[in-house]
């Protein structure tokens, strides 16, 4: 059976990074999908592993040969999601997992209306702020723009299927995974199985006459 296309968005400073991590290494059914961006990398991150690190040029390329399931500019940088790994895993029967920000997670609920949207927060503003600084990988002033930022993305909340609050890591991490769990038994991903019992009950029906 083909997988769950999961899309975990939310706030710069949220968790998502650090909850991805805790997840893939508890669980061995996520693929964690590496994102194409025109930032510069932090330190301590290595191309290929937390990013594709790219030029613009290189993106823009990409862009055009259609090799990106979405893509969206944030804070003036593009992100954007490779096609041909996604595609790959979702067929290998992974739960593939794209942390993508609220523009994209939107265009990948047009393109794959079964796909899963979840929203990580931290359970106040202040706590954002407090995990924004205390990560220390930003400046001030990108600090003051992610904020603003989270204020926009905050409007956009409602659209997301489920709203998690990442308080404590380990027992987020086992939310986010139940509420997968769940996800596999909703009716539109189980068509076949709904079909094929519709066409024994008929067909048993149909014998009893
Ligand atoms: P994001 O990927 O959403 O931008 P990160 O995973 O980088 O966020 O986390 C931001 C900061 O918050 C990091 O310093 C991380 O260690 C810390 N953090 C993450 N989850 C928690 C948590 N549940 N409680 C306290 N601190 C956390
Ligand atoms: P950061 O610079 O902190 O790594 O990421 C900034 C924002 O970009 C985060 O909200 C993150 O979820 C989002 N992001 C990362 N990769 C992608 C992607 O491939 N597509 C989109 N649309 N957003 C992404």
Known sequence: MKGILIVLSGFSGAGKGTLMKKLM???DNYALSISMTTRAPRE???NGREYFFVSREEFEKTIEENGLIEYACYCGNYYGTPKAYVEEQLSAGKDVILEIEIQGALQVKELFPESLLLFVTPPSAEELERRLVGRGTETPEVIKQRMARACEEAQGMEKYEYIVVNDDLEKC????HSIVNAARNIPGRNGAFIDKIK??????KEGAE
Not at 173 to 176: D, F, I, Q, T
């Open 25 to 27: 290494q508890t669980y």
């Open 44 to 46: 301590g991150e290595t």
């Open 173 to 176: 991490v086992a939310e986010l």
């Open 199 to 204: 066409e024994e009950l008929k067909t048993l």
